[in-house]
Structure formats: C-alpha cells, structure tokens
C-alpha cells in the first residue's frame, strides 16, 4: 500500500494538486480535513482539540482511501499535524509523534513555496513559508521516506506534480 501526501507550507497549492493528481492518476484521494473542520467548527482550537482533529483527519482519510486501496493520494499528514502543534503550543502530543513513526506507507511530494501567498481566514503565517517549507523537508528527511520536490507556477507546477509523481512510483 503507497500513500502518496502532498505536503508543505500553506498557499503551495497542495489541495489543488492533490485533488488533479488524483483525477489525471484515477487514484483515490482526500483532501485536508482540517480546512473542512475549521470552516464548519469555527478557526478557535487549542492542543487538545487539535489532537482530537489528528484523529478526525486520519478517519477521514481512511474514508476517502480505503486500506484496500493499493494507492492513494493525501492532503497533508500527520507531519503537517506536528509542525502545527510545535508552531501553534510549542510542542507535539506524544501520540501524534508516534502515530507519525507507523506512517510508514507515505511518500511526499513537498511543494515549494514558490507561489503568491494568498490570503484565507485559515492561513496563519503569511511570513514564514520558507522557514515552515524546511521544517516539513527536514521531518521527511529525518524519517527517511521516499519524497520529490514540486516547483513552479500554472501549468508547470502541474507538469512538474504529475512528473514527480510518476518518478515516485516507479521506484
């Protein structure tokens, strides 16, 4: 079973690119289910709701893309759910932590954060794509997965996306 995430700092056109590759590929995907519950919910959490919403998240990829599924495509992980505990509280919950080591299906496509930034009443660092692009590289690296780096704008960016995709699943 390969989960392949798209991950990276905001306004890097994750949900866009994971929601094409899925159509392009015919493979399964969720999209982030943070976005969805924030907009329903309201954007005031704390460290515990957000744990909560690691869990709500992993249940509803688990939906989207059953574990009969031999392949499918994430909108973000639990990497992104660590970097935003640390970001937001200072620090990680444990399981979330561990729940991350037992990922061991995923392989990332980490968008650069080449793109405007663009404003949305979720996004909260307008400032520090870069900073939070590196912290996402380094995770992925620190955990020795498999990953690819998406770049450009338009038409590249997909082509770029759709390239790095097929060069991941060949390996």
């Known amino acids: 079973m390969i989960r392949i995430v798209i991950t990276g700092a905001e306004s890097a056109g994750k949900s866009s690119l994971t929601q094409h590759l899925g159509e392009v590929f015919g493979l399964p995907y969720a999209l982030e289910y943070a ?14 709701q957000l744990k909560e919403l690691s869990y709500l998240h992993l249940s509803y990829q688990q939906e989207k893309v059953p574990i009969s599924a031999p392949c499918g495509i994430f909108d973000t992980d639990l990497i992104n759910y660590k970097i935003w505990a640390e970001e937001v509280f200072g620090s990680c ?9 037992q990922e061991s299906s995923h392989i990332y ?15 909260e660092n307008p400032y520090d794509c870069q ?9 992925i690296i620190r955990l020795k997965r498999p990953y690819e780096l998406v770049e450009g704008c338009g038409r590249e960016r997909i082509a770029n996306a759709e390239a790095a995709l097929s060069h991941l699943l060949e390996r």
């Open 131 to 139: 900073r939070l692009y590196q912290r996402h590289l380094d995770e």
């Open 35 to 48: 976005r969805y519950y924030l907009e329903e919910n309201g954007s005031e959490y704390d460290l515990e």
């Open 109 to 123: 496509l980490l968008c650069k954060p080449d793109l405007p930034w663009e404003p949305d009443p979720l996004r």
């Open 93 to 101: 919950p444990e399981d979330i932590s561990t729940r991350i080591e």
